[in-house]
């Protein structure tokens, strides 16, 4: 993250299986809370199959992305809908 600019302002350790629903991820309300409410303006994630597994998450995600003008973020891709120089961390582990 420091390469990037950002600061991060929270971390979260979401220990559901990986292609779970964001539904039975007990730490993602937080890390939506932390961004909707400020101080973060977005969300990086080990990988985004975390977040947008199953179909109908992925436009919802996409939707609350615009929305809260915020981005998720893995080491290897982005998906940026808002910007900004802070990022929240949820890690996720099996």
Request: charge should be negative.
């Amino acid at each position: 993250m420091d390469e990037r600019g950002w600061v991060p302002v929270a971390t979260f350790v979401d220990r559901a299986i990986v292609l779970s629903s964001r539904a039975d991820r007990p730490e993602w309300p937080k890390a939506l809370a932390a961004v909707e409410e400020g101080p973060a303006r977005g969300i990086v994630v080990p990988s985004m199959v975390m977040l947008r597994f199953h179909p109908e998450e992925r436009d919802s995600l996409a939707a609350w992305l615009e929305e809260a003008d915020a981005f998720v973020s893995t080491p290897s891709r982005s998906m940026i809908c808002g910007g900004g120089t802070q990022a929240v961390s949820a890690t996720g582990r099996r």
